[in-house]
């Protein structure tokens, strides 16, 4: 097991790479933790859980709305949740998107961790203290920014997760290689899918170096007022189509990107064949590069994006592969750009 503490504003939060899920007991009494999780993991792993008080949630972004926050507030109550409480939990990004939220509005706040058991949530979504809900088709319209206690990695919940979550979770990789790694993306064109699947050493070293990277551009601009904003490249449009087509979060995430690509190659000088590169690596992998979608519909939801401001929307542009830029956008602008090139 490797720890490596991260200074965030408010706390230090430890990530146990490579750790056994036992591990939560030398991290907090039993007695003063609580499990959340869903439905497929509770299935999967019930004798790991059995000691443990255990919330169980439905899986799916679907349950990600308030409503099930209402559920677990009353489960935490009559299994007596009190401030010395940690929840933890364990699943992907929906699990651990929920279980922060929670935790900071429970009692105003008790202590939370997460083991993440999704290649999304390992290298994405339990980074960075963002969590939340999503209200109706609006893509986590409610939520704190507040950081977890410890990240736990125990690889082997990798071992049941689906093929197509391990696609879902290459979109953020790429991602992350678009914004700030060009040797990321060579070595992802130099990989497959099957390389990281069937090369333990080869994955643990990706995705150690993805929640890395994450974890430095957040603890630089935890409250997102300039660089974390380039963790939102393919996320503008990505999260407009995703509830709205019910897509999952990488497959909208790949289409938000190449819209992104094809917009930074119109008015930002991106080099045609840099595009291609992505759109081919996004395909290599799994990933879906275009949608039909609805413009009017996804451009109103546009223009309830949190990243607008007035009649603005910070989009997340690339230079290069591996070098990305902020640049504000009108609205207006926005539907010519629609209309012109998509
Ligand atoms: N929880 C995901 C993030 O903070 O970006």
Redesign the pocket.
């Known amino acids: 097991m490797i720890k490596v503490e991260n200074k965030f504003s408010n706390r230090m939060v430890a990530y146990y790479f490579d750790a056994s899920f036992s591990f939560i007991d030398t991290l907090a009494d039993k007695h003063n933790c609580i499990l959340l999780t869903d439905k497929n993991i509770a299935e999967l792993y019930q004798s790991k859980f059995s000691s443990y008080k255990t919330i169980v949630i439905e899986a799916g972004e679907a349950f990600k709305q308030q409503y099930t926050v209402d559920t677990i507030i009353q489960q935490l109550i009559e299994l007596g949740a009190d401030r010395k409480t940690t929840l933890v939990g364990i699943g992907g990004g929906v699990v ?2 929920i279980t922060g939220y929670v935790a900071s509005v429970y009692m105003r706040g008790i202590d939370f961790a997460f083991v993440p058991t999704t290649i999304l949530a390992m290298v ?8 939340g809900i999503d209200v109706g088709v609006y893509k986590n319209m409610v939520g704190t920014i507040n950081q977890p206690k410890y990240l736990l990695y125990d690889f082997s919940f990798l071992e049941t997760l689906p093929n197509e979550q391990w696609i879902n979770g290459f979109a953020e990789i790429i991602k992350h290689a678009c914004i700030k790694d060009a040797l990321l993306f060579q070595e992802l064109e130099n990989n497959t899918l099957d390389v990281y699947k069937t090369n333990k050493d080869v994955l643990v070293d990706l995705i150690k170096k993805n929640a890395t990277l994450k974890t430095d551009v ?1 603890v630089k601009d935890e409250y997102e007022t300039s660089e974390r904003k380039l ?1 939102n490249f393919g996320h503008t449009f990505g999260h407009a189509i995703e509830n709205l087509y019910q897509l999952p979060h990488g497959h909208a995430i790949s289409i938000g990107m190449v819209i992104a690509a094809k917009i930074s190659e119109e008015i930002n000088n991106l080099y045609s064949d840099e595009k291609e590169r992505l759109t081919q690596l996004l395909q290599k992998y799994g990933l879906p590069i275009q949608l039909n979608f609805d413009k009017e519909k996804v451009l109103s939801i546009l223009k309830m994006d949190k990243k607008r401001v007035k009649e603005e929307i910070d989009f997340i542009l690339l230079n290069n592969i591996g070098e990305a830029v902020i640049m504000p956008i009108s609205l207006t602008q926005v539907e010519d750009l629609v209309n012109q090139i998509l």
């Open positions: 651990t998107d994405d979504a339990a980074i960075g203290g963002k969590n957040v963790l």
